[in-house]
């Protein structure tokens, strides 16, 4: 039983890291692209989303899974499961950034 709960400790550990990484890495890029304004960062932005939404998704996937099978750890599954899923709104405002200052760039508004 020991095993286990380190297996999903770990788990929430490596969801908390991701978790940061892939929030500090999009807001790097997000600011790169304010100061410069340099198109560059909206290819660059968008490689890295993909390979964030697909590094995320394996460890969402491996956390619910844990949250099914280990039964006596799940709040603990829980709480690092939000805390990847907060990612997304995070990444949406983002992108919604990006897109209003691409198009404001675009038109000259």
């Given at each position: ?50 390979a964030a939404l697909f590094f995320n998704f394996i ?26 899923l907060i990612n997304i709104p995070i990444a949406l ?15 000259n508004f």
């Amino acid at each position: 039983m020991e095993d286990y709960n380190q297996k999903v400790i770990s788990d929430g550990n490596l969801a908390k890291i991701v978790f940061i990484l892939s929030f500090s890495i999009g807001t790097l890029i997000l600011a790169l692209f304010k100061i410069t304004k340099h198109e560059t960062f909206i290819v660059i932005g968008f490689y890295y989303v993909i390979a964030a939404l697909f590094f995320n998704f394996i460890l969402f996937v491996n956390l619910v899974y844990d949250l099914i099978v280990y039964k006596t750890m799940q709040l603990f599954l829980l709480k690092h499961i939000l805390l990847l899923l907060i990612n997304i709104p995070i990444a949406l405002f983002y992108l919604y950034s990006v897109f209003k200052s691409f198009t404001n760039q675009l038109f000259n508004f």
